[in-house]
């Protein structure tokens, strides 16, 4: 049986991450700027499971489910923001929003 | 006897917080609430002093040094709240807020363990979306709040992201999760990965620090808070997020000549452009954010004299600063929540209606800009010493010009308070408690300012 090489892993994640910067960076819309964040820390979340694994450790997957508590839990204000967005201002578009310059 | 006094503290901060909820949920009396809050943050902050010990947990470590912090952090908690009080008065959740976040700071500041460092930093930070998004049932600043929540919450949320991911890479490298148990060690056999891995945790804290090249979200974040939480931020935050910061870098590896010259740019353009940038605006909050981001450049100072050889100095530093900086941002953030008005020019001929706020916003500013015979040049002078010991030249050139800004833009405000001209009675409650805070506040920073001697043996005993 053969093992696949660590660094594919890491560069898998790495892969995922970048997508969630720019997404993050690129699209407007808040929902999408939720999903990558997601995507984000979920992509850090299978480093820790895999290096977990590696080490023969149960603190990897101990992290992860750190990880999703806390993503539930900024997801879940992360919406409150999304209500009060489409009540204010009756769109998803961030770019409305430029009342502070300077 | 209790046998592990040492976590009572936290342990205060959590009764108090159950409490406050299954009050709100039946008993909506604004002062009820805030009477049970001041009681339990006075109660876990008397708790500190009933610590002898040092203890030493797998995740937390409780020593002198983090038993100072968490004295501050509490400290501008209560101020905090009190400032909160007068300020809104029929809004109960704000204390509750105020109470998570400070579990949060505490935890961080305790941190030897990534997990612990993480859920402290996110439980300080999801506190605070909520805080910072207060709606008032007032259309032009609930928009503003909302516009600064987002920012900073996205934003927030990314650097939590960057810095798990970083931790990630390091822990395989090390397959530890503590900060303890092993030194790292940049040798040939280090890998790309652990040097993305440090990189990655360097941008988050600047990131949370708000750091040059990362600042942009500060002053927007500033400005669209109330002032209340604005000093939350300003004092909390930072404090607990640059002493995580110093944990992690006193076991983080000596970081290589390369790094250490690129956090030396950082340091000397933070220092320079965040006093630059705050010259031509016009609103007193964002003046402040711009004088925060300056003020932590002076502290990465002390960070890259920290990679060439660490001695308490350097934590005496460390304690100085953060303590005078802790309390002129405290009493100036009081003074405006107390006059609820931001814009500078309202504030034009201050002292003709209101001589004893003006003489009081005065001294705090000349505290911050760094004038003798006040607390803020005492941490400047600590500051300027630690860049001449370990001979950083860059820096102390631009600690010099950036101060010789700052006291132009700060001038500015003070010489606006002294205008003369026509103006419309104030009117607000002069008997309220945060005037007499304020009023001390600014007793306690001309004392340390005219006798520093006692002041400093005392906060020596800390580092």
Same mark, same amino acid.
């Given at each position: 049986m053969t093992l696949i090489p660590i660094d594919y892993v890491f560069i898998l994640s790495l892969i995922l991450f970048f997508i969630g910067i720019f997404g993050l960076l690129i699209r407007r819309n808040i929902i999408v700027i939720f999903i990558c964040l997601e995507i984000m820390l979920n992509s850090s979340a299978y480093v820790y499971v895999i290096s977990g694994e590696y080490w023969g450790q149960p603190d990897g997957q101990v992290m992860f489910i750190l990880i999703m508590t806390v993503a539930a839990a900024e997801i879940s204000i992360g919406l409150a923001l999304l209500i009060q967005l489409q009540k204010n201002l009756k769109s998803f578009d961030i770019d409305k929003f430029s009342r502070l310059k300077g | 006897m209790i046998k592990n006094a040492q976590i009572l503290p936290i342990s205060f901060l959590f009764i108090t917080l159950i409490i406050l909820i299954i009050t709100i949920s039946f008993n909506r009396k604004n002062l009820i609430i805030f009477i049970i809050t001041i009681i339990g943050l006075l109660i876990s902050l008397l708790s #500190?002093? *009933? #610590? +002898?010990h040092t203890l030493f947990y797998p995740l937390i470590m409780i020593d002198n040094y983090s038993l100072f912090y968490t004295f501050l952090i509490l400290i501008s908690a209560l101020y905090c709240s009190i400032f909160s009080y007068t300020y809104l008065n029929k809004n109960e959740e704000v204390y509750m807020l105020i109470i998570c976040s400070t579990i949060g700071a505490i935890l961080l500041v305790l941190s030897i363990h990534m997990t612990t460092f993480f859920i402290g930093l996110e439980l300080m930070s999801i506190a605070l979306y909520g805080l910072i998004i207060? =709606?008032? $049932?007032d259309k032009d600043n609930d928009l503003k709040a909302l516009e600064s929540g987002i920012k900073y919450m996205v934003l927030s949320s990314m650097a939590s992201c960057f810095l798990l991911f970083g931790m990630a890479l390091l822990y395989f490298y090390y397959g530890n999760l503590t900060f303890t148990n092993y030194y790292f060690k940049l040798d040939d $056999?280090?890998? *790309?990965w652990t040097i993305i891995g440090i990189v990655l945790i360097l941008i988050s804290l600047g990131f949370k620090l708000s750091i040059i090249p990362f600042h942009s979200y500060t002053p927007d974040l500033y400005e669209g808070t109330m002032p209340p939480i604005t000093a939350f931020i300003a004092t909390v935050t930072k404090i607990s997020v640059f002493v995580a910061f110093m944990r992690l870098l006193m076991i983080l590896p000596n970081i290589t000549s390369f790094l250490n010259n690129v956090l030396t740019i950082i340091s000397i353009v933070t220092i320079l452009f965040g006093n630059i940038l705050a =010259? +031509?605006? $016009? $609103?007193l909050k964002r003046i402040l954010g711009y004088s925060s981001i300056a003020n932590l450049g002076y502290l990465l100072t002390v960070i890259i004299a920290m990679q060439m050889h660490i001695c308490k100095f350097i934590l005496e530093t460390i304690n100085i600063y953060l303590l005078t900086y802790t309390l002129t941002t405290l009493g100036i953030f009081g003074i405006i929540s107390l006059i609820n008005n931001e814009t500078l020019s309202f504030y034009k001929g201050l002292f003709w209606s209101k001589p004893d706020l003006a003489i009081v916003l005065t001294i705090m500013l000349l505290s911050l800009a760094g004038i003798p015979l006040t607390a803020g040049f005492i941490g400047k002078v600590y500051i300027f010493l630690n860049a001449l010991n370990y001979q950083l030249w860059f820096i102390l050139i631009s600690i010099g010009i950036g101060n010789s800004i700052g006291i132009y833009y700060y001038f500015r405000i003070i010489s606006f308070l002294y205008m003369n001209v026509n103006k419309k009675q104030l009117i607000f409650d002069l008997n309220s408690f945060v005037y007499y805070l304020v009023l001390s506040l600014s007793l306690f920073i001309l004392v340390f300012g005219l006798f520093p001697q006692n002041i400093i043996s005392l906060i020596r005993v800390f580092s």
């Amino acid at each position: 049986m053969t093992l696949i090489p660590i660094d594919y892993v890491f560069i898998l994640s790495l892969i995922l991450f970048f997508i969630g910067i720019f997404g993050l960076l690129i699209r407007r819309n808040i929902i999408v700027i939720f999903i990558c964040l997601e995507i984000m820390l979920n992509s850090s979340a299978y480093v820790y499971v895999i290096s977990g694994e590696y080490w023969g450790q149960p603190d990897g997957q101990v992290m992860f489910i750190l990880i999703m508590t806390v993503a539930a839990a900024e997801i879940s204000i992360g919406l409150a923001l999304l209500i009060q967005l489409q009540k204010n201002l009756k769109s998803f578009d961030i770019d409305k929003f430029s009342r502070l310059k300077g | 006897m209790i046998k592990n006094a040492q976590i009572l503290p936290i342990s205060f901060l959590f009764i108090t917080l159950i409490i406050l909820i299954i009050t709100i949920s039946f008993n909506r009396k604004n002062l009820i609430i805030f009477i049970i809050t001041i009681i339990g943050l006075l109660i876990s902050l008397l708790s #500190i002093f *009933l #610590i +002898k010990h040092t203890l030493f947990y797998p995740l937390i470590m409780i020593d002198n040094y983090s038993l100072f912090y968490t004295f501050l952090i509490l400290i501008s908690a209560l101020y905090c709240s009190i400032f909160s009080y007068t300020y809104l008065n029929k809004n109960e959740e704000v204390y509750m807020l105020i109470i998570c976040s400070t579990i949060g700071a505490i935890l961080l500041v305790l941190s030897i363990h990534m997990t612990t460092f993480f859920i402290g930093l996110e439980l300080m930070s999801i506190a605070l979306y909520g805080l910072i998004i207060y =709606l008032r $049932n007032d259309k032009d600043n609930d928009l503003k709040a909302l516009e600064s929540g987002i920012k900073y919450m996205v934003l927030s949320s990314m650097a939590s992201c960057f810095l798990l991911f970083g931790m990630a890479l390091l822990y395989f490298y090390y397959g530890n999760l503590t900060f303890t148990n092993y030194y790292f060690k940049l040798d040939d $056999n280090t890998t *790309l990965w652990t040097i993305i891995g440090i990189v990655l945790i360097l941008i988050s804290l600047g990131f949370k620090l708000s750091i040059i090249p990362f600042h942009s979200y500060t002053p927007d974040l500033y400005e669209g808070t109330m002032p209340p939480i604005t000093a939350f931020i300003a004092t909390v935050t930072k404090i607990s997020v640059f002493v995580a910061f110093m944990r992690l870098l006193m076991i983080l590896p000596n970081i290589t000549s390369f790094l250490n010259n690129v956090l030396t740019i950082i340091s000397i353009v933070t220092i320079l452009f965040g006093n630059i940038l705050a =010259l +031509k605006q $016009n $609103n007193l909050k964002r003046i402040l954010g711009y004088s925060s981001i300056a003020n932590l450049g002076y502290l990465l100072t002390v960070i890259i004299a920290m990679q060439m050889h660490i001695c308490k100095f350097i934590l005496e530093t460390i304690n100085i600063y953060l303590l005078t900086y802790t309390l002129t941002t405290l009493g100036i953030f009081g003074i405006i929540s107390l006059i609820n008005n931001e814009t500078l020019s309202f504030y034009k001929g201050l002292f003709w209606s209101k001589p004893d706020l003006a003489i009081v916003l005065t001294i705090m500013l000349l505290s911050l800009a760094g004038i003798p015979l006040t607390a803020g040049f005492i941490g400047k002078v600590y500051i300027f010493l630690n860049a001449l010991n370990y001979q950083l030249w860059f820096i102390l050139i631009s600690i010099g010009i950036g101060n010789s800004i700052g006291i132009y833009y700060y001038f500015r405000i003070i010489s606006f308070l002294y205008m003369n001209v026509n103006k419309k009675q104030l009117i607000f409650d002069l008997n309220s408690f945060v005037y007499y805070l304020v009023l001390s506040l600014s007793l306690f920073i001309l004392v340390f300012g005219l006798f520093p001697q006692n002041i400093i043996s005392l906060i020596r005993v800390f580092s």
